[in-house]
């Protein structure tokens, strides 16, 4: 009955998420723990574009699990993630953002863990922060790290002000 229960959350949460999210490149894989007769364990670096800021891009690396949990996707994975995101063209904000708005999120493990890119503006200083974090409602988990986008000239265009595209 709760393994019932478990897979119908899990399907329902995909579900849901997988409407909500854009899918990250894969830009590349690097193994890092050999298996003889499973996938290895790996680090995969993604890219992802800001869905509501024209002109950045992010891009993370991930541990990803082999083994045979982690072929079926039931393996949970760790929390250790860093992010790098850089301004690429013009920035254009396409609408208004609150601090802290999600850019990205993914589950880490079968229910509870889920990595989270967000996003906010450091209006002092004209500049993008982006953040990835996971989350696990009954530990938490304190593994985070942080971006800065400085919003710069491009092409000679004046630069956009990400403090007028902030709600709340």
Not at 58 to 85: K, M, N, Q
Not at 123 to 138: E, F, G, H
Request: with cysteine; charged share 25%.
């Amino acid at each position: 009955m709760l393994a019932r229960l478990a897979l119908v959350l899990t399907l329902l949460a995909s579900a849901i998420t997988g409407a909500l999210a854009q899918d990250p490149d894969v830009i590349f894989k690097k193994s890092t723990v050999w298996r003889a007769l499973t996938p290895n364990d790996k680090l995969a670096v993604y890219g992802l574009d800001d869905p509501k800021v024209e002109g950045v891009a992010c891009h993370y690396t991930a541990p990803e699990r082999g083994g045979i949990s982690g072929t079926f996707g039931v393996a949970e994975e760790v929390s250790d993630i860093s992010l790098s995101c850089r301004q690429t063209g013009p920035i254009r904000f396409k609408e208004k953002f609150e601090q802290g708005d999600a850019v990205f999120s993914e589950r880490r493990s079968l229910i509870f863990k889920r990595m989270h890119i967000v996003r906010g503006c450091d209006v002092k200083r004209n500049t993008l922060v982006y953040m990835v974090y996971s989350d696990r409602p009954i530990e938490g988990s304190p593994k985070n790290s942080t971006s800065s986008v400085p919003i710069m000239p491009w092409s000679g265009e004046t630069p956009a002000k990400c403090g007028e595209w902030v709600t709340g």
